[in-house]
């Protein structure tokens, strides 16, 4: 066996991973307190990279002799812009729809989907040309494993995805507000009988969503290279895969969207390196069925009767 | 001055007239029953005072401020705190993370540590399973938290929502006999009960409530020894 090629695909499969978690969470986490799917979430993927390429040529980094900040610096502008971002389409799009049945939100969240990815293609806005995301960080090996040269960029995109994985997991597990989320996401009205102002709470779940999505696009950019214009049918791929990620692990479990990303992301890599890289959407999209079927819940979800 | 007063409420769901103009007050120390047969209005006359539900027409004054229209996140804010029908535990957290939550707007943590030091010695039962999930505790462990819970935000007034609800006999005996202690530590207390015999039992006051108004109201006892309220409330004998 290949050692160097296996190796080669386990690190593909952890950077896709990563990109994928940060995704599915702001999928999961909105789930998990209004009970519906975000469709509106992959396009704030989508200006997460942009805003990264747009700060990043505004202030003229342009490559991998910007200083060593350049990226922490161009992260947090972007994940500002997105949380403010997401709390403004729940506080416009989604809050005067509480009380309305939820088909009605799910139809707005398509229409603010297309609304971003159509008002980005906008001369003054991202335009419809693609760009290249600068190189802030270096791809130059940080070490060799295995035979693998293992380039800076990943490093530090498993290492930030992994980072906001466990500052999630605090804040969800051991901190007030986190315990307010998880009210919030069990019982609405008893949340707000408890004190709880359950409309701020939905606001910042929103908003650490939103925050995800940002750093999961800056992440792409950094990967990948190039962005595409915000309509195009990658970014839609990449948060239906995200999506995926989300309900095989049980839409609404933060640990399970986790899960889900890698066990996606790794059957994709291995599938596309082993099998056939024309099929690699197959896989994804094949252990979604298998796992609706076997276990509906998803994978770490606990199964429930939905009434129609 | 009245810690609560409830002045003609009305509520409507849609096109059911649920309430049709409820007044009552409950003072400082005082512990109100508020009891009728099932759909009379009981649990809306709670959500209504607690802002979960909105009042089409009428007044809810609580702590010398207007609460009408307050979402509920306000009116608990001013010292109210609602064990709902149902109980409301949300068993997706544990039973220690139920009870920090009730005090969730509290700051005065060394308190709130003994309050919760407190509310244990109430309910010795919750004490083994603080860190069990919610979820897993029998019907009577519930709404021994729910109390619990209750009591931990410190209210000037506890609203509780038919403790006795689904309960075994020996159950709702126990449940009651902690009412009374917690009513004799100087909680006020608003009940809603089917068990009416039980509530007046606890009650100094206690109101009927048919079909969304309230049709007669007295002190408890007078109220347990009324005729046509035995044959109506109390299993009539």
């Known amino acids: 066996m290949d050692v160097t090629k296996f190796v080669q695909v386990c690190l593909n499969g952890l950077t896709l991973g990563s990109l994928y978690a940060l995704i599915a969470l702001g999928y999961t986490l909105v789930y998990g307190v209004l009970r519906f799917i975000n469709f509106a979430h992959s396009d704030v993927v989508t200006i997460g990279a942009w805003m990264a390429f747009v700060f990043a040529a505004a202030i003229g980094w342009a490559g991998t002799d910007s200083p060593l900040f350049a990226m922490p610096v161009i992260l947090a502008m972007s994940m500002a812009v997105c949380a403010t971002l997401g709390f403004t389409i729940e506080r416009l799009a989604y809050r005067p729809l509480r009380r309305a049945p939820r088909l009605n939100v799910l139809i707005t969240a398509i229409g603010v989907s297309l609304f971003l990815q159509n008002s980005g293609q906008l001369k003054w806005v991202f335009g419809t040309q693609p760009q290249a995301m600068p190189k802030l960080l270096s791809e130059e090996a940080l070490f060799t494993l295995a035979g693998v040269r293992v380039p800076v960029v990943d490093v530090v995109v498993v290492v930030l995805a992994f980072t906001l994985l466990v500052a999630l997991q605090w804040l969800v597990f051991r901190t007030r507000m986190g315990q307010a989320m998880r009210a919030v996401s069990f019982d609405e009205r008893t949340a707000a009988l408890m004190g709880i102002n359950v409309d701020m709470i939905i606001s910042y779940t929103f908003m650490i969503g939103s925050a995800l999505a940002a750093a999961g696009g800056m992440i792409y950019g950094l990967k990948y290279g190039n962005l595409l214009q915000s309509a ?3 970014w839609v791929l990449l948060g239906l895969k995200a999506f995926v990620a989300a309900v095989v692990g049980g839409i609404g479990n933060v640990r399970g969207a986790v899960a ?16 056939s890289p024309q099929m690699r959407d197959v896989y994804v999209f094949g252990i979604l069925i298998a796992v609706l079927i076997l276990k509906p819940g998803g994978l770490l979800g606990k199964a429930t009767v939905e009434k129609v | 001055m ?8 009305e509520v409507r769901y849609g096109g059911i007239h649920a309430l049709r103009g409820v007044s009552f007050t409950v003072d400082e120390g005082q512990v109100v029953a508020l009891i009728g047969a099932n759909g009379a209005g009981k649990t809306t006359t709670l959500r209504a005072i607690s802002g979960v539900v909105r009042a089409s027409k009428g007044r809810v004054r609580f702590a010398g401020r207007d609460t009408t229209g307050l979402p509920p996140h306000q009116i608990v804010a001013l010292g109210l705190a609602h064990a709902p029908e149902g109980r409301g535990i949300f068993a997706n957290l544990s039973v220690d993370e139920n009870l920090a939550i009730g005090a969730y707007l509290r700051r005065d943590h060394a308190a709130v540590a003994r309050d919760r030091e407190h509310a244990l010695t109430l309910f010795p039962r919750l004490k083994e399973r603080l860190s ?7 019907g009577g462990e519930q709404q021994m938290l729910a109390i619990a819970r209750a009591l931990l935000a410190r209210p000037r007034l506890l609203l509780l929502d038919e403790p006795s609800l689904g ?8 449940i009651f006999k902690i009412v009374r202690t917690i009513a004799a530590e100087g909680t006020t207390i608003l009940l809603v009960e ?11 006051t206690g109101h009927v409530l048919e ?5 007669t109201s007295g002190p408890a006892r007078e109220l347990a020894a009324d005729d046509a309220i035995r044959k109506a409330y109390l299993g009539g004998h």
């Not at chain 2, 069990?132 to 029998?138: D, E, F, V, Y």
Request: no cysteine; charged share 10%.
């Open chain 2, 132 to 138: 069990q999930n919610a979820g897993t505790l029998s």
């Open chain 1, 260 to 275: 889900g990303a890698f066990l996606i992301a790794f059957v994709e890599m291995f599938g596309a390196a082993y099998r």
């Open chain 1, 232 to 234: 195009d049918s990658v």
């Open chain 2, 194 to 204: 089917q068990n009416a015999h039980m509530a007046l039992g606890v009650a100094s």
């Open chain 2, 167 to 174: 309960l075994a006999p020996q159950i709702v005996q126990l």
């Open chain 2, 211 to 215: 079909v969304g108004s309230l049709v």
């Open chain 2, 2 to 9: 009245a810690l609560l007063e409830v002045d003609g409420l």
